[in-house]
């Protein structure tokens, strides 16, 4: 197999990309789990697909479903073969994806993670491969598989003991596409992303969540952006995350207006950035106004871009002012 692209969460977690045939791991990629998507309790081993290859070398998914070790499906569509002997692979997770009209049929991809988090705690799950799934002969959308499998493979690493993903592709164009994919996850992934550093803190009211999705789709791709509604999970400790992401930015966005200026949730994280500002001082707080408000003595003594009232062009104006100076 041959590596073609790396996004390093951590010194010990990571995804990567290879070329190369999921049916021939060689020892020095020994996999804990291969994930493989299949039509419902269907394993017909067709030529074109991986259930295929993988009977052409002697390992029948079919007969591995006839003595499941774990069947999910009626949770997550998802069933977990018993282990097996295969050259460096021990189990396979079976996906099973059906399409829903009244869902988006790509999230169920997040079903696969969900379901290995369940047993992990009496399996050890390290490393895990799949290829892109769905895209063969069920025939999904290239692109959304791809956006939907790298940014769940990201997410997962962050959250659970997995310690390496790799997806793994024989065909050239997927590769490509993949690479691609990868290259756009580099830049939020650098080295700031490993030690959990920000470059922008965006503190606002969720009045102004229009103006905020702006800026996040200025500047998302060329900075670490910390955002509440994108980078706080459901679960999670709400005001910890907050005053972590703080600690660790190095600069605040922060836009003003009215609604900014009544909450008590925005005037906790102004009195933060106040406070780095006196010891760090420069631009260490950037303040946008967006709206017209009776500001505070503390919110009116720095100089503000001023994009009052919700003047989008002004707006893009600042993302603009934001790269120029800070790239």
């Known amino acids: 197999m041959q590596l073609i692209s790396e996004v390093k969460i951590s010194e010990k977690k990571s995804l990567q990309l290879f070329k190369g045939d999921l049916t021939s791991i060689p020892d020095e990629h020994k996999i804990d789990f291969l994930v493989l998507s299949a039509f419902p309790d269907n394993y017909a081993p067709i030529t074109t697909s991986?259930?295929?290859?993988?009977?052409?070398?002697?390992?029948?998914?079919?007969?591995?479903?006839?003595?499941?070790?774990?069947?999910?499906?009626?949770?997550s569509h998802c069933w977990i073969s018993r282990k097996f002997k295969y050259p460096n692979i021990e189990r396979i997770l079976c996906f099973e994806p059906e399409p829903d009209p009244a869902a988006n049929?790509?999230?169920q991809i997040a079903e696969i993670f969900q379901s290995l988090t369940l047993i992990s705690k009496s399996h050890?799950?390290?490393?895990?491969?799949?290829?892109?799934?769905?895209?063969g002969e069920q025939n999904y959308d290239v692109d959304k598989v791809i956006k939907e499998l790298v940014n769940t493979c990201l997410l997962w690493l962050e959250k659970e003991p997995f310690e390496t993903i790799k997806i793994v592709e024989i065909s050239d164009e997927k590769v490509a596409l993949l690479k691609a994919a990868f290259k756009e996850k580099h830049k939020r992934y650098h080295k700031a992303k490993i030690f959990n550093d920000y470059d922008f803190f965006i503190s606002y009211s969720r009045k102004n969540e229009q103006e905020v999705?702006?800026?996040?789709?200025?500047?998302?791709?060329?900075?670490?952006?910390?955002?509440?509604?994108?980078?706080?999970?459901?679960?999670?400790?709400?005001?910890?995350k907050i005053n972590m992401a703080m600690a660790s930015s190095k600069r605040f966005i922060v836009c003003l207006s009215d609604t900014y200026v009544q909450s008590k949730v925005c005037k906790y994280e102004y009195s933060f950035c106040n406070l780095k500002y006196i010891q760090e001082g420069g631009d260490t707080v950037l303040p946008l106004y967006l709206y017209s408000a009776d500001l505070p003595f503390e919110m009116s003594i720095l100089n503000f871009y001023n994009a009052r009232e919700g003047n989008v062009k002004k707006?893009?104006?600042?993302?603009?002012?934001?790269?120029?100076?800070?790239?």
Not at 220 to 236: E, K, P, Y
Not at 315 to 327: H, Q, T
């Open 50 to 75: 991986l259930i295929g290859a993988l009977h052409r070398k002697g390992l029948s998914v079919d007969m591995l479903s006839q003595n499941k070790e774990i069947d999910l499906r009626a949770y």
């Open 105 to 107: 049929p790509y999230s």
């Open 124 to 135: 050890s799950i390290k490393t895990i491969a799949l290829p892109l799934l769905m895209t």
């Open 213 to 240: 999705e702006i800026i996040r789709k200025e500047l998302g791709d060329t900075f670490n952006l910390f955002i509440d509604t994108q980078d706080i999970d459901v679960g999670t400790n709400w005001l910890d």
């Open 315 to 327: 707006v893009v104006d600042f993302c603009e002012m934001i790269r120029s100076k800070y790239v």
